[in-house]
């Protein structure tokens, strides 16, 4: 069955540059989260998106954005990266805002140097 | 706020043995509760949850848990540890009736010896 691919799988970046991290979710799940794990941390919910709206936001910076677009898939805009932005990165998605389950991607790990 | 404190953040069994991983939450609603699970590089997959029908849930890979509200507590066990479920272990509790936000708990490292 299809899961929520992500990408990239990797990505280093120097501080004060930008990052885009994507994620595609499950086909036909409409509802997409991001979270955000530092080393040795549990993940922490950072925002979420219904129908291409924004449904929930979390502790996410304002340095941070996020979208949703009209097939789905997510885009997370991270700017003026700083070393404690380093950590893996989730999406999740799921079938509209009820309790059914969320399907994890495998993240993005970030390395801000 | 909903808060979730898993207790041991490390939890060593032999292969064979009862696996018990412990999760109490703080809500002032009915809780949703949820066991995650995380092999290395990987992503969360969800075990089990409870949404309010049977307390006693069964999940995946031999895996239950109770809720128990009089304790506040949503305790992960397994009759018999087997080598593949050495992984990070995550409670989490969800905030909200009508959203899937999660607040998590530590996590809790689970070791099978040999």
């Given amino acids: 069955a299809a899961g929520v691919i992500q990408s990239p799988r990797h990505l280093i970046k120097e501080k004060r540059e930008t990052a885009t991290l994507k994620c595609y979710p499950i086909p036909r799940h409409d509802t997409v989260y991001w979270y955000q794990q530092g080393p040795g941390q549990d993940p922490q919910f950072l925002i979420s998106f219904y129908e291409k709206m924004q449904s929930d936001k979390g502790s996410i910076p304002d340095r941070f954005s996020a979208q949703q677009f009209s097939d789905y898939h997510s885009e997370l805009n991270m700017s003026s990266l700083e070393l404690g932005d380093s950590a893996l990165y989730f999406c999740a998605s799921s079938l509209g805002t009820g309790h059914s389950p969320l399907h994890f991607g495998n993240g993005t790990r970030l390395t801000v140097t | ?114």
């Fill in chain 2, 1 to 114: 706020a909903q808060s979730v404190t898993q207790l041991g953040s490390h939890v060593s069994v032999s292969e064979g043995a009862l696996v018990l991983l412990r999760c109490n939450y703080s809500s002032s609603v009915p809780p949703y509760l949820f066991w995650y699970v995380q092999y290395p590089n990987q992503g969360l997959q969800l075990l089990l949850k409870y949404t309010s029908a049977a307390t006693l849930v069964k999940g995946i890979n031999g895996f239950e848990a109770e809720f128990k509200k009089s304790e506040t507590s949503f305790h992960l066990t397994k009759p018999s540890a087997h080598m593949s479920d050495a992984a990070e272990y995550f409670c989490a509790v969800s905030e909200k009736v009508e959203a899937q936000k999660l607040v998590f708990g530590q996590g809790t490292r689970l070791t099978i010896n040999p």
